[in-house]
């Protein structure tokens, strides 16, 4: 098969490829526990549920405007006013399928062939792949655990050359679950907005956030410099609505329109469903993200007891998101090579899936997840110590 030499630059996701090994293992009858999932474990709140049932039967199931029904854009833009008391309007929201195809067309809008992006390490999957499908290239900023792999305007400043057009801040991160103060995100947009840099914050982690710690958004810098910054968020993680496939940004209403002009080539609408439920998610209570969030807090804390005991593995205090990066390089040796040799033999031998940390830029590590019930975690986590500590 002859396919485009943009083909052979795009990196197969990780994930999938663990997932399509645990699968195999588990078609021949062995019971796998997958930790290495980006998915929230609760239902989606039956009330949205249900305000997808009533779509249906009030026959809403034809196209729509291409960046989001009115009301839906309303909704969206009256979150980052509840949320961070910040003003939009619907021009400046696009609804788009999931926050992946807002990063993915934020890149298309902004990125010409030789820019570079600043993505600081380790970081998500998929933000180097976009920034190379839209013909640019990425710059990887490096961090440490001692920083709780946190960027710094140092460490960016090191990094930076006169191509790069753009910076992508996660917070909180996948997939450390790390998550940047006022202070620290401040000093970081002040040293991007100054170097005439754009900022793309992906803030899809944001309803998850473990108190005391606070994790800031950069809605409030989007409002003093609405042509520099980009705001990703969306459905999926805060209202556990992965498969509904909702995402939205905020940005500047001339950016909005390439967005929509290219959405409208390429995808068109979201599901006209999935966007009632989702507009029902915005303008519903609370309860179900505080509820999850509770639940989160105390997995986080359970993994965080287990694993602290652990000789030889690292790992910072995961403030958001549901990951734990698990630096484990002191463990490694003839016996134990790299990340992908030991989540292969965690997958084999204790039958957990995680995911080696060199699929996010830094290997040495591994990603678990702790989306799953307390008691699989807890199996999981017995399971892991038997073959990471000896
Ligand atoms: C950091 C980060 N950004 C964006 C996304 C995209 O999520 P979705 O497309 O489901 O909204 C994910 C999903 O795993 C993620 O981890």
Same mark, same amino acid.
């Given at each position: %098969? =002859? &396919?485009?030499?943009? %083909?052979g630059l795009i990196k197969p996701s990780a994930t999938l490829a663990i997932n399509a090994k645990a699968m195999e293992l588990k078609a021949k009858g062995i019971s796998i526990i997958s930790l290495a999932v980006g998915e929230p474990d609760f239902e989606t709140p039956?009330?949205? =549920?249900?305000?997808?049932?009533k779509a249906i039967d009030e026959g809403f199931t034809r196209y729509t405007q291409v960046g989001g029904i009115p009301a839906l854009r309303k909704a969206a833009a009256g979150y980052f006013k509840k949320y961070h008391g910040v003003e939009a309007e619907a021009k400046n929201i696009i609804i788009t399928n999931g926050g992946k195809q807002a990063l993915y067309a934020l890149m298309q809008a902004l990125l010409n062939p030789g820019d570079k992006v600043l993505i600081p390490s380790p970081y998500w999957v998929s933000y180097p792949e976009m920034a190379t499908m839209a013909g640019a290239s990425s710059i990887f900023v490096p961090t440490t655990i001692e920083e709780g792999f946190k960027v710094t305007p140092a460490r960016l400043e090191e990094s930076v050359t006169p191509e790069v057009r753009m910076l992508v801040i996660n917070s909180p991160s996948n997939p450390v679950g790390a998550c940047y103060s006022r202070k620290e995100l401040d000093a970081i947009m002040e040293w991007a907005i100054?170097? $005439?840099?754009?900022? +793309?914050? !992906?803030?899809?982690?944001?309803? &998850?956030?473990?108190?005391p710690a606070e994790s800031a958004s950069a809605a409030t810098w989007w409002a003093?410099?609405?042509?520099?910054?980009?705001? +990703?968020?969306?459905?999926s993680k805060a209202y556990c609505m992965t498969g509904w496939r909702v995402g939205f940004a905020l940005a500047d209403a001339a950016l909005i329109k390439a967005m929509d002009q290219m959405q409208g080539q390429v995808t068109s609408n979201v599901c006209s469903i999935a966007? =009632?439920?989702? &507009?029902?998610a915005l303008e519903g209570p609370d309860d179900s993200i505080i509820a999850m969030r509770e639940a989160f807090k105390r997995? =986080? !804390? %359970? +993994?965080?007891?287990?694993?602290?005991?652990?000789? $030889? +593995?690292r790992c910072p205090k995961p403030d958001g998101a549901f990951y734990f990066f698990l630096d484990f390089s002191a463990l490694l040796g003839p016996d134990c090579p790299d990340d992908n040799v030991m989540c292969t033999r965690l997958l084999e031998e204790a039958h957990v899936a995680t995911v080696p940390g060199t699929a996010f830029g830094m290997p040495g590590c591994l990603r678990i997840s702790y989306a799953v019930? !307390?008691?699989? &975690?807890?199996?999981?986590?017995?399971r892991m110590r038997k073959v990471m500590v000896k």
């Amino acid at each position: %098969m =002859r &396919l485009s030499s943009r %083909m052979g630059l795009i990196k197969p996701s990780a994930t999938l490829a663990i997932n399509a090994k645990a699968m195999e293992l588990k078609a021949k009858g062995i019971s796998i526990i997958s930790l290495a999932v980006g998915e929230p474990d609760f239902e989606t709140p039956g009330f949205i =549920r249900e305000a997808a049932k009533k779509a249906i039967d009030e026959g809403f199931t034809r196209y729509t405007q291409v960046g989001g029904i009115p009301a839906l854009r309303k909704a969206a833009a009256g979150y980052f006013k509840k949320y961070h008391g910040v003003e939009a309007e619907a021009k400046n929201i696009i609804i788009t399928n999931g926050g992946k195809q807002a990063l993915y067309a934020l890149m298309q809008a902004l990125l010409n062939p030789g820019d570079k992006v600043l993505i600081p390490s380790p970081y998500w999957v998929s933000y180097p792949e976009m920034a190379t499908m839209a013909g640019a290239s990425s710059i990887f900023v490096p961090t440490t655990i001692e920083e709780g792999f946190k960027v710094t305007p140092a460490r960016l400043e090191e990094s930076v050359t006169p191509e790069v057009r753009m910076l992508v801040i996660n917070s909180p991160s996948n997939p450390v679950g790390a998550c940047y103060s006022r202070k620290e995100l401040d000093a970081i947009m002040e040293w991007a907005i100054g170097r $005439g840099l754009f900022v +793309v914050a !992906d803030e899809i982690y944001e309803q &998850l956030v473990y108190a005391p710690a606070e994790s800031a958004s950069a809605a409030t810098w989007w409002a003093r410099y609405p042509e520099q910054v980009a705001i +990703v968020n969306g459905l999926s993680k805060a209202y556990c609505m992965t498969g509904w496939r909702v995402g939205f940004a905020l940005a500047d209403a001339a950016l909005i329109k390439a967005m929509d002009q290219m959405q409208g080539q390429v995808t068109s609408n979201v599901c006209s469903i999935a966007q =009632r439920a989702a &507009l029902a998610a915005l303008e519903g209570p609370d309860d179900s993200i505080i509820a999850m969030r509770e639940a989160f807090k105390r997995r =986080r !804390d %359970m +993994v965080l007891a287990e694993v602290s005991t652990w000789p $030889g +593995v690292r790992c910072p205090k995961p403030d958001g998101a549901f990951y734990f990066f698990l630096d484990f390089s002191a463990l490694l040796g003839p016996d134990c090579p790299d990340d992908n040799v030991m989540c292969t033999r965690l997958l084999e031998e204790a039958h957990v899936a995680t995911v080696p940390g060199t699929a996010f830029g830094m290997p040495g590590c591994l990603r678990i997840s702790y989306a799953v019930s !307390d008691e699989t &975690l807890a199996e999981a986590l017995k399971r892991m110590r038997k073959v990471m500590v000896k």
